[in-house]
């Protein structure tokens, strides 16, 4: 699931400079959804405070 | 500010993430610590950042590329948030995840990296002169060109080999949040 985002990064560059900047405009965009989908996974546990 | 300048701060901007990345590996490699998964979501955002700043060295400054790096740099915060309040009021024992570098951890700096470069970007932002569409003379192109596809293939090979050290810590499934091995050479899948 971590390799996903690595995985879009890295052909997002790749397409970016060959010249295909929307598709790697696309590309980041859905990174970023995936990404925020894995901070869900891992972000939303409950904070172990002591106080 | 000259056009130039703005073209340079860019270039030490990628430049400067590079580096960042590198002392990670630096911190996985040599001193043995495996990343958490919030600490690859924090290297995942320095490359969205490196993002819209090779996106402006490609293709000309706009607006929407400094905006692809801002959004990174939000998310990256956001995530070295988090962490910093997993250990902001530690239990006994718990003297947070890694080790310090210059007295902090690496997930402080990163959010110290992150609002930075918010910063530095909404600076750059009020230079508007930028985005004029009359480029370089052709020479000094040629230069920026040059150190760019450097730049680019610098990025590349960090994206890759995050990629692979990702596959091979966290195998195909969700990462561990205390890892202590490379799950795959052990024949974890999942």
């Given at each position: 699931m971590m390799v996903l985002p690595f995985l879009l990064f890295t052909f997002s560059f790749w397409l970016a400079w060959k010249g295909r900047k929307q598709?790697?405009?696309?590309?980041?965009?859905i990174n970023v959804i995936v990404m925020l989908l894995i901070c869900k996974f891992h972000m939303t546990s409950t904070l172990n405070l002591q106080f | 500010m000259k056009k130039r300048l703005a073209i340079y701060i860019n270039l030490f901007g990628v430049l400067g993430l590079c580096f960042v990345l590198c002392g990670a590996y630096y911190m996985q490699f040599v001193v043995k610590e495996?990343?958490?998964?919030l600490c690859l979501l924090q290297r995942m955002c320095m490359l969205g950042v490196a993002f819209g700043l090779?996106?402006?060295?490609?293709?000309?400054?706009?607006?929407?590329?400094?905006?692809?790096?801002?959004?990174?740099?939000?998310?990256?915060?956001?995530?070295?948030?988090?962490?910093?309040?997993l250990h902001i009021c530690p239990k006994a024992g718990d003297t947070g995840y890694g080790t310090p570098?210059?007295?902090?951890?690496?997930?402080?700096?990163?959010?110290?990296f992150f609002i930075t470069s918010i910063v530095a970007i909404a600076l750059l932002l009020l230079y508007t002169k930028q985005f004029?569409?009359?480029?370089l003379r052709s020479n000094a192109q040629v230069k920026v060109t040059n150190v760019a596809s450097f730049v680019f293939w610098l990025l590349f090979l960090l994206s890759l080999t995050n990629m692979i050290f990702a596959l091979l810590e966290c195998g195909f499934g969700p990462c561990p949040s205390d890892p202590v091995n490379y799950q795959l050479l052990h024949g974890q899948l999942w």
């Open positions: 598709l790697a405009v696309t590309l980041f965009i | 495996f990343p958490c998964p090779l996106l402006n060295l490609k293709y000309g400054f706009k607006t929407s590329h400094y905006g692809l790096s801002i959004l990174s740099a939000v998310l990256g915060g956001a995530i070295a948030t988090r962490q910093i309040l570098v210059l007295g902090l951890h690496l997930y402080t700096w990163a959010l110290l004029e569409e009359r480029g």
